[in-house]
């Protein structure tokens, strides 16, 4: 979760630069948290599943990655939800 704070504040750090700051610094940190959680989360899954079959060589990277995603969202979701709250 540290990772998808961090990315997120980079991402609209970043972003703020550009002349339509406001839309790309709230893009910017979406795809901050966004994608390191879902790349790490894809990994966090083929690894689960790969011990939950007994097989390390084990590949589904279609569940692989939906799980990623679905991680990567929730993280987005959870820190927007903190940043509302604890402003």
């Known amino acids: ?3 998808a ?3 997120a504040a ?5 972003a703020a630069a ?3 700051a ?3 610094a ?4 979406l795809a901050g948290a966004f994608l390191p959680s879902s790349l ?3 990994g966090e899954v083929q690894i689960k599943m790969q011990n939950l079959v007994d097989d390390s060589d084990y590949e589904d990277p279609a569940t692989a990655i939906t799980g990623g995603l679905i991680i990567g969202a ?10 509302q709250t604890f402003r």
């Not at 980079?10 to 970043?14: E, F, K, T, V, Y």
């Not at 929730?74 to 940043?83: A, E, F, I, L, V």
């Open 18 to 20: 550009t002349p339509v």
């Open 10 to 14: 980079l991402g609209a750090a970043a």
């Open 22 to 24: 406001a839309l790309t």
């Open 74 to 83: 929730g993280h987005c979701c959870c820190c927007h939800t903190c940043s």
């Open 5 to 7: 704070a961090g990315g």
């Open 26 to 29: 709230t893009a910017g940190g």
């Open 40 to 42: 790490m989360g894809a």
């Open 1 to 3: 979760m540290g990772i």
